[in-house]
């Protein structure tokens, strides 16, 4: 069985400075991952992804993610935090040698950028 | 311009009244899918179709009902027997399994469901 645990439900930083959002992952196989982030009242847009490729994934906005195997985590990163990326992001994973097509989200990280 | 289409954006339903929920993909994707969002918490799989013609209930499939009768339209219905159903639906779509897409989905805009 497949799982995620995004371990902060909000973080807040302030514009200018590193955003991190914690990612940990639990599947039996090699996983595919992905953050998807989304705006209040809007749908679910694709960060980026890890697909057994290198294993340090850059994304749109200036994001990137780092897979570590030893630590089944999936942390979200970025150098330098804007007003615009204020927004619920949420880890997903897709074992699909178990799962076939199916993913299973986190409960989302709640970002808010301070000016 | 490929996408997919939630309709309506907002919809208002009362008690005991059924309603569906129309999502539509121009992405030529095989398979479909209908999550549930509730406030602070992640998405939840309603139902899910790999194919034409063939869905199969996902983690919280009670008091809905779907249908996959072409590639392109996948609606949701509400109906009575789902106990509290406001809440934001999305649908999303993918390739199929086994073209290497690694299961990354694509979302609608959502519609929000609210019973009066």
């Known amino acids: 069985a497949q799982s995620v645990t995004q371990l902060d439900s909000h973080v807040s930083v302030s514009e200018g400075t590193p955003v991190l959002l914690r990612c940990n992952y639990s599947s039996s196989y090699s996983p595919s991952l992905f953050w998807y982030v989304q705006h209040p009242n809007k749908g679910l847009q694709l960060l980026l992804k890890?697909?057994?490729?290198?294993?340090l994934v850059k994304g749109i906005n200036g994001f990137e993610a780092e897979f570590k195997k030893s630590e089944t985590s999936f942390h979200l990163t970025k150098p330098s935090a804007h007003m615009s990326d204020a927004a619920e992001y949420f880890c997903?994973?897709?074992?699909?040698?178990?799962?076939?097509?199916?993913?299973?989200f986190g409960e989302g990280t709640q970002l808010t950028v301070n000016p | 311009d490929g996408g997919i289409t939630q309709s309506p954006k907002y919809l208002f339903r009362k008690e005991g009244q059924n309603v569906t929920l129309s999502c539509e993909q121009n992405?030529?994707?095989?398979?479909m899918y209908w999550y549930r969002q509730d406030p602070g918490q992640g998405l939840r799989l309603i139902y899910y179709s790999q194919i034409v013609n063939d869905f199969q209930k996902g983690d919280i499939a009670e008091g809905y009902s779907v249908s996959r009768e072409k590639k392109e339209s996948f609606p949701l219905t509400v109906t009575s027997a789902q106990k509290n159903p406001t809440a934001f639906y999305l649908c999303?779509?993918?390739?199929?399994?086994?073209?290497?897409?690694?299961?990354?989905?694509?979302f609608g805009p959502g519609t929000r469901l609210t019973v009066l």
């Open positions: 999303a779509s993918s390739v199929a399994r086994g073209y290497g897409s690694y299961n990354e989905q694509f």
């Open positions: 992405l030529n994707h095989d398979a």
């Open positions: 997903v994973v897709s074992d699909q040698e178990t799962s076939g097509s199916r993913l299973t």
């Open positions: 890890y697909t057994s490729a290198a294993t």
